[in-house]
């Protein structure tokens, strides 16, 4: 086990001007499973081979433990990677397809034999260990690949898509597994994904990226509720927050016959920016339907023309545009809410909603950067 950290690690590809990844500052705590995410070109890949060793490093440094690997082959980093497709060798068991980095490494019969039969153990594959990977699911054949790391007990596992080949049920199924696996090994790990669910779900902090700049690392939980900027607000969650740019009128922001009264806070910080817009997010679960003629000062209620509803059984989403709107843009917004899954409305009914005070997110129209809490 170790403790990873990239000091401004930069990868700039020949022939490009913009760096792949820039600069990235992430300090990766001994046995943390941490989660790399964001949408295809992000650099998260390349953030993970430039720590295992198969792209150089042109800026910056990458430790593990107390030793600086920056200019050090892979196979003297101690790592050990899981990758998207299994690699395994079809004319290999199990067995032998688990072991073989140890055979390499000239490990004792005895000792490899002990380490491929507990990893088979931690991994249920226990009565797989004869067969060639061709007689196995595509789920038996991850955990065949997850076994051929943990024989080698690295300080580092890192896991570049390993979920993706998997169908929806056994994704989440693995998904599982390897938390619950990870937990039980404490070795740190560094996971990559474009899924953010996934990423919600695995990972002890998840660190987001864009264009190859860390927008945000924390907690799921404080990334979901708090995100740093428009991005974050816009990429983790699903569904996804509702994001709109507001105009400011007096100490309200305004869109259509939607007002949020705006803290003295936010006001001041608006006119620092001399931003007479800002921007607003709320996420589905934020809002309540209103009733027949109810109003409330605080939070104005808002017309929404339903186009579709989501049944999944247990909850239930509208989507929807905002009726009456004589504004293109405003006509053709989609607003997502979560409604009651036992009485959702109809489509094409219109129903009035109403922000749940306190649950809004402002963000600087000029720098997307959050506002507020």
Known sequence: MARVVYDEATRVYPGTTRPAVDALDLDITDGEFLVLVGPSGCGKSTSLRMLAGLERVDGGHISIGDREVTNLPPRDRDIAMVFQNYALYPHMSVADNMGFALRVMKTPKEERDRRVREAAKLLDLEDFLDRKPKALSGGQRQRVAMGRAIVREPKVFLMDEPLSNLDAKLRVQTRTQIAALQRRLGVTTV???????????????????????????????????????????????????????????????????????????????????????????????????????????????????????????????????????????????????????????????????????????????????????
């Not at 996420?283 to 999944?312: K, M, W």
């Open 191 to 373: 996971y990559v994904t474009h899924d953010q669910v996934e990423a919600m779900t695995m990972g002890d902090r998840v660190a987001v990226l864009k264009d190859g700049v860390l927008q945000q690392v924390d907690t799921p939980l404080a990334l979901y509720q708090h995100p740093a900027n428009v991005f974050v607000a816009g990429f983790i969650g699903s569904p996804a927050m509702n994001l709109a740019e507001y105009g400011v009128e007096g100490d309200e922001a305004v869109l259509g016959e939607m007002r949020i009264r705006l803290s003295r806070e936010t006001l001041k910080l608006l006119k620092e920016e001399s931003s007479e817009r800002v921007i607003v997010g709320f996420r589905p679960e934020a809002v309540d339907v209103a009733g027949e003629g109810e109003t409330n000062g605080e939070q104005p209620t808002f017309p929404i023309s339903v186009t579709v509803v989501e049944e999944l059984g247990s909850d239930a989403f509208l989507y929807g545009q905002y009726a009456h709107a004589t504004d293109p843009a405003l006509r053709d917004r989609t607003v997502i809410a979560r409604v009651d899954p036992n009485a959702p409305p109809a489509k094409g009914q219109v129903v009035r909603l109403r922000i749940q005070p306190g649950k809004e997110r402002l963000f600087s129209a000029v720098t997307g950067q959050r506002l507020s809490t």
